[in-house]
T-cell receptor
């Protein structure tokens, strides 16, 4: 089945620093979504980016479909960015999302 | 207002008992899903429904039974609960179609003792 690998496993930032999170996947993805999971556990969709580059606020995602990889860039990090960032993909059938284990981010004041 | 409502938020159950996890979505989506998140594991797909019909089932155990009484409801019945069932269960929904965005509920955290 599909596999999603995320790196790094964890990251510590000083407030204001930038970060880049990586997502690699094993098969063609028709949809790729980045999620934020808060320390309390709730999941929020950040953006969808099956190919190309997309921006929302301080987040930029670049997906290179042929190379089966996506990145999420966080600029000017804030303490409220602390949490786990999850990458998830669907295949052509689109019946389900397959998740990576996430990158845990801690932003210190 | 939350677009996907999951109830209860927390649940403690005794081994061997039966519980129902509730999920309602108010996004007008036709596809609904259940996912499970256990400690130190990725979110794991369990079921997908489209127009109230089961599309995919990746749960090995028949103790897990989804129930869709209405288009915007997908409850999860779990029977003969085991401690290994302890996890956070997330409901999600999406419009139908391969490139659809998924929206998740806030989860039900289940502890089986």
């Amino acid at each position: 089945g599909q596999q999603v690998q995320q790196s790094p496993a964890s990251l510590v930032l000083q407030e204001g620093e930038n970060a880049e999170l990586q997502c690699n996947f094993s098969s063609t993805a028709t949809q790729l979504q980045w999620f934020y999971q808060s320390p309390g556990g709730s999941l929020v969709s950040l953006l969808s980016n099956p190919s190309g580059t997309k921006h929302t606020g301080r987040l930029t995602s670049t997906t290179v479909t042929k190379e089966r990889r996506s990145s999420l860039h966080i600029s000017s990090s804030q303490t409220t960015d602390s949490g786990t960032y999850l990458c998830a993909i669907t295949d052509s059938a689109g019946n389900k999302l397959t998740f990576g284990i996430g990158t845990r981010v801690l932003v210190r004041p | 207002d939350p677009k996907i409502i999951q109830k209860p938020k927390y649940l403690v159950a005794v081994t061997g008992s039966e519980k129902i996890l509730i999920c309602e979505q108010y996004l007008g989506h036709n596809a609904m899903y259940w996912y499970r998140q256990s400690a130190k594991k990725p979110l794991e797909f369990m079921f997908s429904y489209s127009y109230q019909k089961l599309m995919d089932n990746q749960t090995a155990s028949s103790r897990f039974q989804p129930q869709s009484s209405k288009k915007n409801h997908l409850d999860l019945q779990i029977t003969a609960l085991k401690p290994d069932d302890s996890a956070t269960y997330f409901c999600a929904s999406s419009p139908t179609g391969a490139n659809s965005d998924y929206t998740f509920g806030s989860g039900t955290r289940l502890l089986v003792i």
